[in-house]
């Protein structure tokens, strides 16, 4: 069974940094594209970024593009999140996802097993 367990969320000012950590066990990490999701309240959940199976590709939705950057280390399970000049509007629950397929996705129906989630919470 795959298991994906976040890590590194928290409260942090406007402006600051947090680098979320999902470690993955119980699968065949290093063939799967990682993703990271967000959900606000009363909001759908929403995509973050992506990273291919090698981390050789990335991709972000607009709203984080230059300000987070996503990563991965094959030999430790594990794929990061670095975020940067974190805005009030970056408070969610953020999601780490995996996609059995490898297909560098920003859909959720793309990715396959979820963890349970991380809060962060931005203060302005």
């Known amino acids: 069974q795959v298991q994906l367990v976040e890590s590194g969320g928290g409260l942090v000012q406007a402006g600051g940094s947090l680098r979320l950590s999902c470690v993955v066990s119980?699968?065949?990490?290093?063939?799967?594209?990682m993703g990271w999701f967000r959900q606000a309240p009363g909001k759908e959940r929403e995509f973050a970024a992506a990273?291919?199976?090698?981390?050789?590709?990335?991709y972000y939705a607009n709203p984080v593009k230059g300000r987070f950057i996503i990563s991965r280390d094959n030999a430790k399970n594990t794929v990061y999140l670095q975020m940067n000049s974190l805005k009030s509007e970056d408070t969610a629950v953020y999601y780490c996802?995996?996609?059995?397929?490898?297909?560098?996705?920003?859909?959720?129906?793309?990715?396959?097993?979820w963890g349970q989630g991380t809060q962060v919470t931005v203060s302005s």
């Open positions: 990273i291919s199976w090698s981390g050789e590709r990335v």
């Open positions: 996802a995996a996609d059995s397929h490898s297909v560098l996705s920003g859909s959720r129906y793309s990715y396959d097993y």
């Open positions: 119980g699968g065949s990490f290093n063939s799967y594209t």
